[in-house]
């Protein structure tokens, strides 16, 4: 690769880059704006929630009994038998704070966001979005607002209901199948978990939300090209938001602290 093409790849990049600081920016300064496009709100709390909901189950139900599972077997073989009863908080803290928050981003990057940017890119190709403009409504407050804000509280919400399957299936797992002691499981499980440890996967999980929203909408605004520009639209919205999802992750753990006292 020569040194023009990495000059042109470093400019596109940070042009894209000051394409979603400006979209980022132009929703938060329109959140305060009325009127709210209440119907479309609702209508977006139903699709990111409600109709995630099968999904996000049967994700964080395997997760929790791969992690159980994992678990099991790491206590087992490198402690000793009997000590599987003390993987309870382990499992739970690494469900809560990491592995569900990001399971969840990750099944609605490739539901939520796709579906975004299929159905804003669609309204885009065949001029929708020009009509809002010519009938003086703002497209941004009018497709990415509901949207983003419906994300926002939704995710968290969905990060708890996972934590909740994934914590109940990792008990499962160990005290019903593998026969561990279900009461000292269930007390170093409750006595080691911390209500910030919870919060601290879903303050990820709010995050997770505006970045799937609003890449989403980004890449439907800018389709063009028919069907064929609508599909790359909807393949790089859950690429960027799924490789966005993680690295911001890394940051998250980075810089919230461990717990409330630090």
């Not at 980022?24 to 709390?45: A, D, H, V």
């Not at 395997?62 to 206590?75: D, E, R």
């Amino acid at each position: 690769m020569g040194r023009d093409q990495r000059i042109s790849l470093l400019a596109e990049f940070f042009r894209q880059l000051g394409e979603v600081a400006f979209l980022s920016s132009k929703t938060f300064r329109n959140l305060f704006k009325r009127p709210w496009e209440k119907k479309i709100f609702l209508q977006q709390l139903e699709e990111i929630g409600v109709r995630t909901l099968p999904v996000i189950s049967l994700t964080a139900a395997f997760g929790g009994l791969v992690f159980a599972l994992q678990t099991y077997l790491g206590f087992h073989r490198y402690i000793g038998p009997g000590s599987e009863a003390y993987g309870g908080p382990i499992i739970s803290l690494g469900l809560t704070k990491e592995l569900i928050p990001i399971l969840v981003g990750l099944m609605a990057a490739g539901r939520v966001g796709s579906s975004m940017a299929a159905e804003i890119g669609t309204m885009k190709i065949t001029e929708q979005v020009d009509a809002l403009f010519t009938l003086g409504a703002d497209p941004n407050r009018y497709l990415v607002v509901p949207r983003t804000v419906a994300a926002f509280l939704m995710l968290p919400c969905l990060t708890i209901f996972g934590d909740i399957i994934g914590i109940i299936c990792g008990l499962i797992y160990n005290v019903v199948i593998m026969g561990v002691n279900g009461t000292v499981y269930l007390r170093n499980t409750l006595l080691y978990l911390e209500l910030w440890d919870v919060l601290t996967g879903v303050l990820k999980a709010g995050v997770f939300g505006v970045i799937i929203a609003v890449i989403g909408c980004w890449q439907g605004l800018k389709a063009e090209g028919g069907a064929e520009g609508v599909g790359r639209a909807t393949t790089r919205t859950v690429v960027i938001a799924s490789i966005s999802i993680l690295i911001s992750n890394f940051f998250l753990s980075k810089f919230l602290p461990g717990n409330l006292s630090l």
